[in-house]
């Protein structure tokens, strides 16, 4: 469509070529992905089938589903769950959702086993982020168990065989991940951590001797503190590697060496351990890794040479990862798989071809997931830098609203969305995501705020909010807003924010303690601190020690920073979404919000989906979920 034929109307009343039912039909989740020298395989959690896992695998780029019905695919350690399948050669394991038992599929006969027993009650025993011995004959994984008043979290090891034995190898932390055996099956490692620490405030990488199939000399190889070690695990002659943000940023070491295994550089080899079984790293040869590596937020591919320490770019036409990366070697060269997204294209499987020099000789999409927006209709991530409180600088993605076939009228600026990530220790990305695109083609501008305490900008900055959750983070989402409308790009009188689980307690805090906004969206948001230091799950229940202070000692900081306790000060209307599963944070934190709203006569909506937890995976949630936010903005903001 040509410049003269564009209709005119005003910004967020633009007719989409995005509806609510195609985001639900491309909510497709991409987990993570493994590889055998045969063959590929990843999840994908599907909307179409209520959200059910399923392993997909692909032989010279012909895809067959793995996993039969019943199956659903999915671990819930954690309750954010990952690593929910790994393999070798012969066998795939894989966790249920059902129960949570461990199931051995045969990848030549695709027949399926139990290689755990029955919890004793439902979900009670959890597994996930395992490893296949090099023989053969075992597995060890992170188990969790949930006891009548507590939840304990160890290492296991499993028999292959189908006895349905468990023996405890290694126990004692609050939290395990990372169970990896050398590949002379001499040695074992794990990562673990105690509360009150996140996994990037403080974890200990420990080696164990591997004799027999048993733990032998045990002991702490990395623990040190205030150091967050990530993703230990073996090299091809079987020397430790792992992450480390002994300077400040998460580096590449080698166990043993004094110096990081690249030259100093501000780009971090490593990702908050949200979820399990993140590989951010890969051996391509004796000399050379591949890595994701990290700079203001934006991602791409290195090669490090081990021996000159060098760093050089691989590729920078993916910007976003989840974290997945697996390499597969051959006699013709490597083949390297992840799942990654751009500003034009979404999250993808992604196969390169390199040849023995480690160049790119090609690469294939080998997801289906189809993104079917013109390029001209799609709002590309624009990264901005601006000024914020205590003269800190603040960053973040701005998306104007883009759509070829209408226009606005002359000096109309457009309404502004700002999006608060979860985490808070997160991270906002410069991918195509066709949820901002349902905003920006509506004709809304967008902006996704990285924060203080967002990752991708080195520990100072991750650090920066400890005990200020609630403040910084608010004054950066303002600011942003601020500083756009003050580029004139858009209309800062009409600016709304929007943010789930931390972010949604970010907009409840925007909401409630200023006034930038003239409305909001929270989903399943947090709304009170105390609630929440009591209610949330083993992962997270001491995250607010750091956030914002140890309780009951800091029990008034706590009550001044709750959005419930302060009602009284909200002007604007706001948009309450909730999972009623959610163990997360608990329903309660919402039904509190809305109970002081009712109280208080203020303008609200509230909205419970049953049968979703912590983020939400049903089509019709979420095809209602957006309708309802977008008629709710074009009530109050427009």
């Known amino acids: 469509m040509s410049e003269q034929q564009k209709i005119v109307k005003s910004f967020g009343l633009w007719e989409s070529p995005i509806s609510a039912e195609q985001l639900a039909s491309k909510s497709t989740r991409l987990g993570q992905i493994h590889a055998t020298s045969k063959a590929v395989y990843w999840l994908?959690?599907?909307?179409?089938?209520q959200g059910r896992g399923v392993i997909v695998r692909c032989i010279n780029g012909q895809r067959e589903d793995m996993t039969p019905e019943p199956y659903n695919v999915r671990t819930r350690v954690h309750e954010y769950g990952g690593a929910d399948f790994w393999l070798n050669e012969d066998y795939l394991l894989f966790v249920d959702d059902e129960e949570q038992r461990l199931y051995r599929q045969d990848l030549k006969t695709l027949t399926i086993e139990a290689l755990t027993p029955e919890p004793p009650t439902k979900r009670s025993w959890r597994y996930n982020?395992?490893?296949?011995?090099?023989?053969?004959?075992?597995?060890?994984?992170?188990?969790?168990?949930?006891?009548?008043?507590?939840?304990?979290?160890?290492?296991v090891k499993i028999p292959l065989d189908g006895t349905q034995s468990v023996e405890v190898i290694a126990q004692?932390?609050?939290?395990?991940?990372n169970p990896r055996i050398s590949p002379d099956g001499k040695r074992i490692s794990w990562l673990c951590w105690n509360h009150p620490n996140m996994p990037w405030d403080e974890t200990e990488i420990w080696c164990a001797d591997w004799t027999g199939g048993a733990v032998a000399n045990p002991q702490a190889v990395i623990a040190q503190k205030n150091i967050s070690a990530y993703q230990p695990d073996w090299s091809h002659d079987n020397q430790l590697i792992f992450g480390a943000d002994y300077d400040g940023w998460w580096h590449l070491y080698r166990l043993g060496a004094e110096?990081?295994?690249h030259q100093f550089s501000e780009i971090e080899f490593g990702l908050p351990q949200w979820v399990f079984g993140c590989h951010i790293w890969q051996q391509l040869d004796a000399s050379t890794l591949l890595a994701i590596g990290t700079r203001k937020a934006s991602q791409a591919l290195y090669l490090i040479n081990l021996e000159t320490r060098s760093i050089s770019l691989l590729t920078e036409q993916w910007t976003a990862f989840n974290g997945q990366m697996v390499v597969s070697r051959s006699d013709q060269g490597s083949k390297v798989y992840f799942i990654a997204a751009n500003p034009t294209q979404p999250e993808s499987v992604i196969e390169l071809s390199l040849n023995e020099q480690h160049q790119i000789e090609s690469h294939s999409v080998l997801s289906e997931l189809e993104q079917n927006t013109p390029e001209d209709d799609i709002s590309k991530a624009q990264h901005v830098s601006f000024d914020t409180s205590h003269g800190d600088i603040a960053h973040g993605f701005f998306y104007p609203p883009t759509n070829s076939g209408y226009e606005a009228p002359a000096g109309e600026k457009p309404p502004l969305i700002v999006m608060s990530h979860g985490g808070p220790t997160a991270m906002a990305d410069s991918g195509l995501d066709s949820k901002i695109q349902f905003w920006t083609s509506r004709g809304f501008a967008v902006a996704d705020v990285n924060y203080r305490g967002s990752t991708g900008y080195g520990r100072a900055y991750r650090d920066r909010l400890r005990g200020q959750w609630g403040l910084l983070d608010v004054d950066d989402c303002i600011a942003m807003g601020r500083y756009l409308a003050q580029q004139g790009l858009v209309d800062g009188e009409r600016m709304a924010i929007r943010g789930g689980s931390a972010g949604g307690y970010?907009?409840?805090?925007?909401?409630?303690?200023?006034?930038?906004?003239?409305?909001?969206?929270?989903?399943?948001?947090?709304?009170?601190?105390v609630s929440l230091s009591q209610d949330s799950h083993k992962f997270e229940i001491r995250y607010l020690d750091s956030l914002v202070g140890s309780y009951p000692e800091q029990a008034g900081t706590y009550q001044?920073?709750?959005?419930?306790?302060?009602?009284?000060?909200?002007?604007?209307?706001?948009?309450?979404?909730?999972?009623?599963?959610d163990k997360v944070v608990p329903p309660n934190q919402a039904e509190a919000m809305v109970e002081a709203l009712k109280a208080k006569g203020l303008p609200y909506e509230y909205i419970t989906f049953e049968g979703e937890g912590h983020g939400f995976r049903k089509p019709d949630t979420i095809i209602k979920a957006f309708n309802t936010e977008l008629r709710f903005y074009q009530q109050y903001l427009l």
């Open 172 to 177: 004692g932390y609050d939290f395990y991940s």
């Open 44 to 49: 994908e959690g599907r909307p179409e089938e």
């Open 506 to 529: 970010t907009t409840l805090c925007a909401l409630t303690f200023h006034d930038a906004f003239k409305a909001g969206m929270s989903r399943y948001g947090v709304a009170d601190l």
């Open 129 to 155: 982020d395992g490893c296949i011995a090099p023989e053969g004959d075992y597995t060890v994984c992170v188990r969790e168990r949930h006891e009548s008043n507590e939840v304990i979290n160890e290492l």
């Open 259 to 261: 110096k990081a295994l």
């Open 560 to 581: 001044e920073r709750s959005p419930v306790n302060y009602t009284d000060q909200l002007s604007c209307p706001i948009l309450i979404l909730q999972g009623v599963e």
